[in-house]
């Protein structure tokens, strides 16, 4: 009895070091990238060169920063990925949340084949060639609108509000109708402001989305530089990635020469990076329940 | 209330399913719609024939088959270690650091793969060469039979910890009376791990698993077209991919949208074929 006991506690020792062991080993793996990306960033362009850069800069200098954050060319492409996410964020979430509401209505006659028209299209996908046709018939082609329109209710977002909106007690819109609150009155009085955890999980991911998209820019969008995205930059330089290929590159290195500061593309492509991920690190540690709350919403679809 | 969006996603989801038939024409761009040459199912052989399809499809299911397996593998093992850790800050700690990169673009994923695979400083050669396993720095983006496992290796480290969470709340609800009947049973925790933890979250894990196989076709391409050069263009070369160089490039819109259907219609009987069988499983999900 004893012996055995000795030996739980000797497994359990074993087993707590195997564990604590993996997943600091885990979060090295994740977080080793980002940082040493941080330090290439601020590190002196010619000198990451010599390699040998992990956490901290050896010869810290601003001057990669500078140089990219003073090009309008980048500083516009920020301003555009900063609008496509507010808006997008804004006019999604109230639209699917309007929606939402009406296909949670019982009374509402052409619920259930609305309700089919929008759980389709999770399954059936046009491609890429009719939605180009599609998009440059509308005139949305080199337009800013192709960022905010076309995914303005998507049907996941939608049945997850729905089901939440189901969810509320029935009694709270009675009484409003009761009052003599129109339609209108009880969605933006009373469902709106009840579903507001959801709608802020929902309105996260909507803003993640459009922060992290390219392939619009890149699609639809990429012969008109004022409506380049920061990803859409940021993917332009990794994909002339160790050539000095890039107009981005080229004016950048252009600018260097004749001063005692130099930029590579590695430099290029660290401080791109940080400065693209920047603003979903700094929110996450703040948000990150709303986004695993959203989740476990997308576990009770039925 | 609802009509005008009704109006919108017609116009922006079902339009396009209406463009299905630029297919079965030979499109030329300019000329009106009636004009178009009518080719039947020409575009499709076409298709059937080339034997850049076959390496689409192969390489396509080798990396969905192994982002699946591996990502669901990874997802599990890391739940049941999260489970066993007792000190709460270090646990909530090392969560929410795991789920991080969930959230960042391909993009900037691509970028510190690429950073972290590179000969010059790339820190996975740098610590091969200080353990004396390789003399020279390879160059791993380069080899076309390592970027499957290089697709798949990033997708684990982007997605493990996002894919752990629906495991752990599975975990959370197994029935504690279980873990004190094996305890009083003489089970230590590994034992109960095993005979409890993972035959409780077994159901999960399966109807998962079939749910996923129902986007077998879609494997992604962001990660594919970011991470991809001329050299493994074979191995990485998706089905989008395929679509923008062979379709759009060359000017073929009607043979781009042929492949756009193939993959949306095999997808389509993917999905409900999934949905039957986790159905057949006892699972109601979705449809």
Redesign the interface.
């Given at each position: 009895m004893k012996k055995s006991r000795k030996r739980r506690a000797k497994e359990d020792l074993i087993l707590d070091f195997v564990v604590y062991t993996i997943l600091i080993f885990l979060v090295i793996v994740t977080l080793y990238p980002f940082l040493n990306t941080l330090a290439v960033s601020f590190n002196d362009a010619l000198d990451s060169a010599k390699g040998g850069i992990h956490l901290w800069p050896r010869k810290f200098t601003l001057y990669n920063y500078r140089s990219l954050l003073t090009r309008s060319q980048i500083f516009h492409a920020a301003l555009v990925s900063v609008l496509r996410t507010v808006l997008s964020t804004l006019f999604c979430t109230f639209s699917t949340a309007m929606v939402a509401y009406t296909l949670s209505r019982k009374e509402f006659v052409l619920r259930k084949l609305f309700s089919f028209i929008y759980i389709l299209t999770m399954y059936i996908d046009g491609g890429l060639i009719p939605n180009y046709f599609l998009i440059r018939n509308l005139g949305l082609t080199n337009n800013f609108w192709v960022y905010v329109l076309p995914g303005l209710v998507t049907a996941f977002n939608l049945i997850v509000i729905r089901t939440y909106i189901i969810g509320l007690p029935e009694s709270l819109i009675e009484s409003a109708r009761v009052d003599g609150a129109g339609e209108f009155t009880i969605f933006t009085r009373i469902i709106l402001p009840l579903c507001k955890p959801v709608l802020a999980t929902i309105a996260l991911f909507i803003a993640v989305a459009n922060w992290n998209s390219w392939f619009d820019t890149f699609l639809y969008n990429s012969s008109n530089p004022k409506l380049s995205t920061l990803q859409y930059e940021l993917m332009k330089v990794l994909q002339s990635a160790n050539t000095m290929t890039g107009s981005l590159e080229q004016a950048l290195a252009q600018a260097a020469t004749g001063t005692t500061n130099t930029i590579t593309p590695r430099a290029i492509r660290a401080t791109m990076t940080v400065i693209v991920t920047v603003p979903i690190a700094v929110v996450y540690p703040f948000l990150q329940r709303y986004f695993v709350h959203g989740l476990t919403l997308g576990g009770i679809k039925e | 209330?609802?009509v005008p969006?009704?109006i919108?996603?017609?116009?922006?989801?079902?339009?396009?399913?209406?463009?299905?038939i630029?297919a079965f024409q030979n499109y030329w761009p300019g000329k009106s719609f009636f004009k178009q040459a009518w080719v039947g199912f020409a575009n499709f052989k076409w298709l059937f024939n080339d034997p850049v399809f076959y390496q689409v499809l192969r390489n396509t299911l080798a990396m969905s088959i192994i982002q699946l397996v591996f990502g669901i593998i990874s997802s599990i093992v890391?739940a049941l270690?999260?489970n066993?850790?007792?000190l709460v800050v270090?646990k909530k700690?090392?969560q929410?650091?795991?789920?991080?990169?969930h959230?960042?673009?391909?993009?900037?994923a691509?970028?510190?793969?690429?950073?972290?695979l590179s000969t010059?400083?790339g820190?996975v050669n740098?610590l091969l060469m200080k353990v004396n396993i390789i003399k020279e720095p390879i160059m791993f983006l380069g080899i076309p039979q390592l970027f499957w496992w290089i697709i798949g290796a990033s997708h684990v480290?982007k997605e493990?910890?996002?894919g752990a969470?629906?495991y752990l709340?599975a975990i959370a609800a197994v029935d504690p009376n279980l873990y004190e009947a094996a305890t009083i049973d003489?089970a230590?925790?590994?034992r109960r791990i095993w005979h409890v933890t993972i035959p409780s979250i077994q159901p999960i894990i399966v109807i998962l698993l079939v749910m996923n196989m129902g986007y077998l076709l879609s494997s992604g391409f962001?990660q594919q077209y970011?991470l991809q050069n001329g050299r493994v263009i074979d191995y990485a070369r998706v089905f989008?991919i395929y679509?923008?160089d062979y379709?759009?490039k060359m000017m073929r819109?009607s043979f781009?949208?042929a492949?756009?259907?193939f993959?949306?219609v095999v997808?389509?009987f993917l999905?409900?074929a999934a949905n039957y069988l986790a159905k057949r499983m006892g699972q109601?999900?979705?449809?």
């Open positions: - | 209330m609802s969006f009704v919108h996603v017609i116009i922006f989801k079902y339009i396009p399913i209406w463009g299905w630029l890391l270690i999260i066993e850790v007792r270090f700690t090392a929410t650091i795991s789920y991080l990169p959230f960042i673009s391909w993009v900037v691509a970028n510190l793969v690429r950073d972290a010059d400083g820190i740098e480290w493990v910890g996002w969470i629906i709340a003489g230590g925790r590994l962001e970011l989008t679509e923008l379709g759009i819109y781009a949208t492949v756009g259907i993959r949306s997808s389509l999905v409900f109601e999900r979705l449809l």
